[in-house]
């Protein structure tokens, strides 16, 4: 009887390897949603890196983001702009992909001018960023709020595990908002 090679059992080991069942592959919404539920539960702070000078506002706050609503389907993002806690971002799960909308709301928790826009994703993104181009009702919205320049809008995020989590707003106008929140230290508040 002849031993075998180790070219040969080597052959033999690639042969049956190439057998294995091949994990299933991840869709890039779940992926994505994965990691941002990933992050429920802290705080980060962020800042402003776009140069748009419409955000000369933005660039002077403290800005803080805190994934804190979190289910299965939906992750909530209160998203603090110095002392002003009014805005939300809602990412939800849809048939197809990912959701996003905006949740505009007073101190005492009412609806304050444009509410609940937004957008699905129109194809299916990477695990690490997602696109939401503005839906049919959200352009409604801004046009009976007279809001014409948001009807064009296309608003993304990105979750890089343990370095970076960015929201952004560009328009085919040229109109470019970015935050970028550093994912290496969660805050306390």
């Known amino acids: 009887m002849k031993t075998p090679t180790i070219a040969a059992a080597a052959a033999l080991a690639l042969t049956l390897s190439a057998c294995a069942t091949a994990p299933e592959p991840v869709h890039p919404p779940d992926a994505f949603m994965a990691?941002?539920?990933?992050l429920c539960g802290q705080r980060f702070e962020g800042r402003v890196v776009s140069t748009d000078e419409a955000d000369a506002d933005f660039r002077g706050q403290r800005l803080v983001m805190h994934v804190r609503d979190c289910a299965p389907d939906e992750v909530g993002i209160p998203?603090?702009?110095?002392?002003?806690?009014?805005?939300?971002w809602v990412v939800t799960r849809t048939g197809a992909g990912?959701?996003?909308?905006?949740?505009?709301?007073?101190p005492q928790g009412e609806i304050h001018g444009y509410h609940m826009y937004g957008g699905d994703t129109a194809g299916p993104g990477t695990a690490t960023r997602q696109e939401f181009p503005v839906d049919a009702e959200s352009i409604?919205?801004?046009?009976?709020?007279?809001?014409?320049?948001?009807?064009?809008?296309?608003?993304?995020?990105?979750?890089?595990?343990?370095?970076?989590?960015?929201?952004?707003?560009?328009?085919?106008?040229?109109?470019?908002?970015?935050?970028?929140?550093?994912?290496?230290?969660?805050?306390?508040?």
């Open 98 to 106: 990912l959701r996003l909308k905006h949740d505009h709301r007073d």
């Open 79 to 88: 998203f603090a702009v110095g002392e002003d806690r009014s805005r939300r």
């Open 35 to 38: 990691r941002l539920q990933a």
């Open 140 to 189: 409604a919205q801004f046009r009976a709020g007279g809001a014409e320049v948001s009807t064009t809008n296309v608003w993304a995020m990105e979750v890089h595990p343990g370095e970076m989590f960015a929201y952004e707003l560009r328009r085919p106008s040229g109109r470019f908002f970015r935050v970028e929140f550093d994912l290496t230290g969660p805050v306390a508040e």
